[in-house]
């Protein structure tokens, strides 16, 4: 029986999908405007291992997630420029809707990159905020309708009255009362509580003027806020009640209490059935951020020698709701661990059976809340295991969920100064000197490699 941690209840809960055999499941995509760091792409492999799993387990999964290229601003709290404009003006773009367009078309094809570089199954259906302008009004009207709005007297922004709404804040635990206007860094004056949120911008009710993405709407010309993009678009492909959805932690307080609030106020039906949150990469013990620097992109870590599937290899040794601390250092032990599980699986025969009690003992692992550090240590186990039958093929099985190409050759592209010193070390063993040919093995080993002597002569693998 497959248990999750529901960030709702707070406790493991056994799944059970709405309907049999069929999973609703929603993940909060990335705002395309610049690219996506090592912290970010941990929840995204969070999210994969999480259908990988579902898959595994024989549903059906019907996978959405959104891309932001309009309405997130710089502060929660309703206040800010839009990071898509911030994005131009720091790459020297003219601030038109045909620029804006490009550089979110740029950002998002490198971050679809990026995913298949970690072997990151695409979901079913990618939503784009700005093409769903229609749904979102429609989502507000139906808010406005119930009661749960109200229109800022001298910003004409649409709010949220989250005073209304019984139980705001009930998934992160939010105590309000004693809340003052000012709890947060900005206020906004048209705002009746401060926890209100804006469902739609106004032109008039904004000191940009010359926003570049605007449309017509029952209240103004302008734009919405980022939380109602999430559901509008969420409802549009899963249906009022879905099962599952991700994100980071950090959604939990603001992003996602305000998806609940606003799609629950509309349809009067529980919007989601499963919370999932995916903690932080942490570095000596701070949450790395944009805002703090110091990120690596997978193509960074590419061109300091680490792998994209090491570094997947790395965040799959810490459960996915605990923080992992991350540094060149830890990265390169995990990178030496997953090739060197590699090499020893790629040694291996295939006897063409299955070992049913390494295969009960990972899906035991994998269907207790994702313990995908549990299954790697049963992975590594099993390949130690001597006596072990079934190896192969019950590897390729397991590697469904990992996907970390366990099985896959890789060809080695070899540098002509490892090439050079191969030839040098079989000439000295042609003299038998064998000194001097250990002596270069080092050398080969200190670089990146190692060499076994076969029968066909000497292979090299990466260390």
Not at 336 to 346: D, G, Q, V
Not at 347 to 362: A, G, H, P, R, S
Request: proline share 3%; hydrophobic share 35%; net charge positive.
């Amino acid at each position: 029986m497959l248990k999750l941690y529901n960030t709702l209840t707070r406790r493991k809960e056994a799944f059970k999908p709405i309907k049999p055999s069929y999973v609703g499941f929603y993940a909060c995509g990335p705002t395309v405007y610049w690219y996506q760091h090592i912290g970010n792409l941990r929840t995204y492999i969070f999210g994969d291992i999480l259908k990988r799993v579902l898959i595994y387990n024989g549903y059906k999964v019907k996978h959405v997630i959104n891309i932001t290229d309009v309405g997130h601003l710089t502060s929660d709290a309703d206040m800010g420029e839009d990071k898509m404009v911030i994005a131009l003006k720091r790459e020297g773009l003219p601030l038109t809707k045909e620029s804006m367009f490009k550089l979110a078309e740029k950002y998002t094809g490198i971050f679809k990159q990026d995913i298949k570089k970690l072997n990151i199954i695409e979901p079913d259906v990618w939503c784009k905020a700005t093409e769903h302008i229609k749904e979102q009004i429609e989502l507000i009207k139906r808010i406005e309708k119930n009661n749960y709005a109200y229109i800022g007297k001298k910003s004409g922004n649409v709010y949220f009255d989250t005073s209304k709404f019984k139980d705001y804040g009930r998934l992160a635990r939010l105590k309000l009362k004693g809340l003052k206007a000012g709890a947060r860094t900005e206020v906004d004056p048209n705002k009746k509580n401060p926890r209100d949120f804006v469902l739609w911008f106004t032109i008039k009710g904004s000191k940009f003027k010359e926003h570049l993405l605007k449309w017509p709407s029952p209240w103004g010309e302008g734009w919405p806020g980022w939380h109602i993009e999430c559901s509008a678009m969420s409802i549009k492909y899963l249906g009022e009640n879905f099962d599952i959805h991700t994100g980071g932690i950090d959604h939990i307080p603001i992003h996602h209490t305000n998806e609940i609030a606003q799609s629950e106020a509309a349809t009067g039906k529980k919007f989601v059935n499963y919370w999932l949150h995916g903690a932080f990469l942490t570095s000596k013990g701070e949450k790395v951020s944009k805002s703090t620097g110091g990120l690596f992109t997978l193509a960074e870590l590419k061109e300091a020698g680490y792998e994209s599937l090491a570094y997947k290899y790395f965040v799959l040794t810490t459960s996915y709701r605990n923080n992992l601390d991350f540094s060149l250092k830890n990265l390169k032990n995990a990178q030496n661990a997953y090739r060197r599980i590699k090499n020893i699986i790629l040694e291996l025969k295939d006897d063409k059976k299955i070992n049913k009690k390494y295969l009960q003992e990972f899906e035991k692992a994998i269907n207790d809340d994702l313990d995908m550090p549990k299954a790697l240590s049963i992975l590594w186990k099993f390949v130690r295991d001597k006596r072990a039958e079934g190896k192969i093929k019950t590897i390729e099985k397991m590697d469904k969920v990992f996907a970390l190409d366990l099985l896959k050759k890789e060809k080695i592209k070899i540098p002509e100064k490892i090439k050079k010193l191969i030839q040098e070390r079989e000439e000295a063993r042609k003299k038998k000197n064998f000194k001097l040919a250990d002596k270069i093995r080092e050398k080969i080993k200190e670089q990146g490699y190692i060499i076994e002597d076969t029968i066909e002569g000497p292979r090299i693998k990466k260390l």
